[in-house]
């Protein structure tokens, strides 16, 4: 807690205990990490991201080679990413629930427009938000984004709630990932030469996050159709 004694500072403005200065980290030609860039937006985002659950709650998802899927998934925007025994898609309609995705609601348009604008990739008009939650233990394996009709607009990935350790590796599974601990707030953003990066989560830990509790919230947004 900032003291009353204190000059005031540009610090602030992050007067709450989590919150940083933003800052950028490269770590790719087209790739970057935007610290606490989501914070500002976050007391917004969580009733929405509420009431988007309700209509469409996390659920298990069982991939193509027929494993569980460790993460819960739901999604946000005019389409949904599903995938199933019979593969992976982009699909209008929650298979669950049998109605459209709830929409996608303009401050998280805005943020990730925000946040692709600030990565240098101007115009960036999300249709699909992606949301995991991990629980501790709940990964996501080596992969690349690639069910998208076109590979020109970036990737705005948003982390929420716990820590977790993200793998960004090269354009081949086996190519040497770098570590990068995310955090609450922490928006990735790649795009351009690295869109097709492979990248992946190791298992959350244990914790408890004072705004989030035990579990790792991420918001992808993509523009899919
Ligand atoms: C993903 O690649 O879909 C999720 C990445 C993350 O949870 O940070
Ligand atoms: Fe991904």
Not at 32 to 59: D, N, S, T, Y
Not at 121 to 131: S, V
């Amino acid at each position: 807690m900032r003291s009353k004694a204190m000059p005031p500072t540009t610090f602030e403005l992050f007067a709450d205990e989590d919150r940083q200065p933003a800052r950028t980290e490269q770590i790719g030609e087209q790739s970057f990490v935007l610290r606490g860039f989501a914070l500002p937006w976050v007391e917004q985002l969580l009733p929405l991201l509420e009431k988007i659950l309700r209509a469409a709650p996390f659920r298990q998802m069982v991939t193509p080679g027929g494993f569980t899927m460790s993460v819960g998934l739901s999604s946000c925007g005019t389409l949904g990413w599903t995938t199933d025994r019979s593969g992976y898609r982009y699909t209008r309609i929650d298979p669950v629930s049998g109605q459209p995705w709830p929409e996608m609601p303009e401050v998280f348009r805005e943020m990730a427009q925000a946040a692709a604008r600030e990565a240098g990739f101007h115009h960036f008009e999300p249709d699909a938000c992606l949301i995991n939650r991990y629980l501790p233990g709940a990964k996501m394996s080596l992969h690349q984004d690639k069910d998208e009709r076109s590979y020109d607009p970036p990737i705005v990935s948003v982390s929420l709630g716990l820590p977790a350790m993200f793998l960004f590796g090269g354009f081949k599974r086996n190519d040497t990932s770098q570590r990068v601990s995310l955090f609450h707030g922490d928006i990735v953003v790649w795009g351009g030469v690295d869109r097709l990066r492979y990248h992946g989560v190791l298992p959350l830990k244990d914790g408890h996050h004072p705004r989030l509790g035990g579990q790792r919230i991420n918001f992808t947004f993509r523009t899919a159709g």
